[in-house]
């Protein structure tokens, strides 16, 4: 019998597992192939909706799911935390035990670490966990007026566009307050321009301009005072705020890390187009787990997903895989509370973002309902 190990639970463990399946449903039926996916909870958790959940647009129970629904049932779920890949061994042990594979498929995502900015998990907040955007909620809720800075703390990131995202929204959600008169938003960025894509700054600056918006580029913040409310940066500026929205630092999943097989982030190098794991036949990485140069983002994952699914299917059918991954990425970009633009690209095509409207974001808002349709790799 082969074995099939898929580590994590995420968009792209689920949906490497849900695409895998009818590809090879015979040789599941014989016995000829066992698919299991390992995840250190029973639960998924939608994170793009903490962006709307930290507003009061959705609820906790709305972004989250039991991976026994999502799951094929054809796949043998567990419930455990791996704490290390023996690659030479091709096992993953876990804390109650271990599993041998043929071929071992990545996708232990991201994670954030604010404690590796002095003084952010004391004076800021963010929304890029459950803990962190349940925290930003009832400030937001509470907030009377001051200045709010939005500061990207690290690159890279999951979800890229949602910092000028969470600015947008911030600003209608205080007008809708009558406190926008009263408020002072400041987005910052490491690097010297907005974001790091030319077509997006193209749209997105000037309509910060209009909004009142300010910026500042070059911002690398190394600490926070979180007794004075202040931001100091690489730069040696400092910056005030009465609320901070970081989007902290960011790294590849402990066990990537304790394995060896990471980077000095945790990433885990991979082939850009076949989505190998570098020096390693017999293993894939997808999703935010890689060191690819590509947005850290669930449509990235799902067009991940679709490759490793039908390179794996191939290599168990005996044939030579040939699918690659052309580097596709699709995001939603929120710029208000009821519009929405959006930018698509790859390897080889540019994002070229069309103006914002009311129906690009009421598709956005149809897709949050509708995407555990997609984890049950159906959408």
Aim: proline content about 6%; overall charge negative; aromatic content about 12%.
């Amino acid at each position: 019998m082969k074995r099939v190990v898929i580590l994590g639970g995420g968009v792209a463990g689920t949906l490497t597992a849900n695409y895998l399946v009818p590809k090879i449903k015979e040789r599941i039926k014989n016995e000829e192939v066992q698919i299991t996916l390992i995840s250190d909870r029973n639960f998924q958790i939608y994170e793009p909706g903490f962006l709307y959940m930290i507003f009061n647009r959705l609820g906790e129970g709305e972004l989250k799911r039991n991976l026994g629904e999502l799951v094929d049932p054809a796949v043998q779920l567990v419930i455990d935390r791996a704490t290390k890949i023996d690659a030479d061994n091709s096992r993953v042990v876990t804390e109650n035990g271990s599993y041998d594979y043929d071929y071992l498929v990545i996708a232990t995502g991201s994670r954030v670490v604010p404690e590796e900015i002095p003084g952010l998990k004391e004076g800021g907040h963010w929304f890029y966990n459950l803990e962190g955007a349940t925290r930003l909620r009832e400030a937001l809720a509470k907030f009377n007026g001051g200045k709010i800075v939005v500061s990207v703390m690290g690159i890279p990131h999951k979800c890229p566009v949602a910092p000028m995202e969470v600015t947008f929204i911030l600003h209608d959600f205080l007008r809708r307050r009558n406190l926008r008169d009263k408020s002072e938003l400041l987005y910052t960025y490491p690097i010297n321009k907005i974001f790091t894509m030319d077509p997006v700054v193209e749209l997105i600056q000037p309509m910060f301009d209009e909004r009142g918006i300010q910026y500042k580029t070059f911002f690398n913040p190394i600490e926070v005072d979180a007794k004075n409310r202040k931001v100091i940066t690489l730069e040696g500026e400092e910056e005030s705020y009465d609320l901070l929205i970081a989007i902290p630092p960011h790294k590849g999943a402990q066990v990537i890390i304790d394995s060896g097989l990471g980077d000095k982030g945790g990433w885990v190098p991979t082939d850009k187009y076949t989505l190998r794991v570098d020096g390693y036949d017999n293993m894939y990485a997808l999703g935010d787990a890689t060191n690819l140069p590509v947005s850290k983002a669930g449509s990235v994952a799902h067009f991940q997903a679709e490759v490793v699914a039908e390179n794996l299917a191939a290599e168990i059918e005996g044939i030579e895989p040939t699918a690659m991954f052309n580097g596709k990425a699709f995001c939603f970009i929120e710029t208000g509370w009821e519009e929405a633009t959006y930018i698509w690209f790859d390897y080889f095509t540019p994002p070229r973002p069309v103006l914002p409207s009311k129906f690009v974001h009421f598709v956005k808002m149809a897709y949050n309902k509708a995407y555990w349709l997609t984890a049950r790799g159906l959408l």
